[in-house]
């Protein structure tokens, strides 16, 4: 916004200048990934954990379904052990859940319920085996930094062992900023090697400080910081109008 005293003339010229040194530099405002497999094998070399593999694509307080398994199947395609991943949003798979009880071995179709047109992404459940190792009320009160204090809700919420991975699966979405998602069933991430969650930045105030090693990761989803899906076109700015007053400040290039 530029603020004129009746100078309008210099305002409009000064927010000509503005638009055009970001447009003219766009570009550096993209964000650049890497092919999501390199990702998870780069995550292989790092050595002891925790490694935190952070799906950004899929983050549920941006708007993500978090129930997009990409990022899952790519760590068990490339046989990573010692996982812990959570929570995955799937009432579906948790009333199958429930349905075994624990200690029951089951094989459910898990996430992918949602298809994306928008950015031409086609729902897709992961078939999953495993233990269920624990059923909870999906309640826990937040003990880190970020909103001490409170209590999360994710309805009802199992733990699905395939043996070389643990899945938090929940009724409800909630995006895991506090390590509660984990150890309120019993799962403390500090002592995994590869702790895969969904989030964005929130994760940092729970996660980052047990992390050896952050691992961002390119997975599907609405949260996707690869806008080529969006088939966004490029117009230059439009010119736009001036109001108020420009301080000399501004005009003399030091606001």
């Not at 000509?16 to 998870?40: C, H, K, T, V």
């Not at 307080?61 to 997009?68: E, H, K, N």
């Not at 400080?209 to 989803?221: K, M, N, S, T, Y």
Request: proline share 5%.
């Amino acid at each position: 916004m530029i603020v004129c005293d009746r100078r309008t003339d210099e305002g409009q010229a000064l927010l000509d200048r503005l638009l055009g040194m970001a447009w003219d530099r766009r570009a550096s405002f993209l964000y650049e990934g890497a092919p999501l497999a390199s990702q998870i094998a780069h995550a292989r070399t790092l050595g002891d954990g925790p490694i935190v593999l952070v799906d950004h694509g899929d983050n549920t307080a941006s708007g993500g379904t978090q129930d997009v398994m990409s990022v899952i199947e790519e760590v068990m395609k490339q046989g990573l052990q010692d996982v812990v991943a959570g929570p995955i949003a799937d009432p579906a798979a948790v009333a199958r859940i429930l349905a075994a009880g624990t200690a029951a071995s089951v094989t459910l179709s898990l996430g992918g319920r949602t298809d994306m047109p928008q950015i031409g992404l086609l729902a897709k459940p992961l078939t999953v085996t495993g233990k269920v190792a624990r059923i909870t009320d999906g309640e826990f009160v937040v003990t880190g930094p970020m909103a001490t204090g409170t209590r999360v809700r994710m309805g009802k919420t199992a733990v699905l062992d395939t043996g070389a991975m643990q899945i938090v699966v929940s009724e409800g979405r909630s995006e895991p900023f506090d390590t509660g998602v984990f150890t309120h069933c019993g799962i403390d991430p500090r002592r995994k090697r590869y702790v895969l969650i969904k989030s964005r930045q929130h994760f940092r105030a729970g996660f980052e400080p047990i992390a050896r090693h952050i691992v961002l990761c390119d997975g599907d989803g609405v949260t996707s910081s690869d806008l080529a899906p969006l088939h966004l076109q490029e117009s230059p700015p439009a010119a736009l109008p001036v109001r108020g007053r420009v301080t000399r400040q501004h005009m003399a290039g030091r606001g």
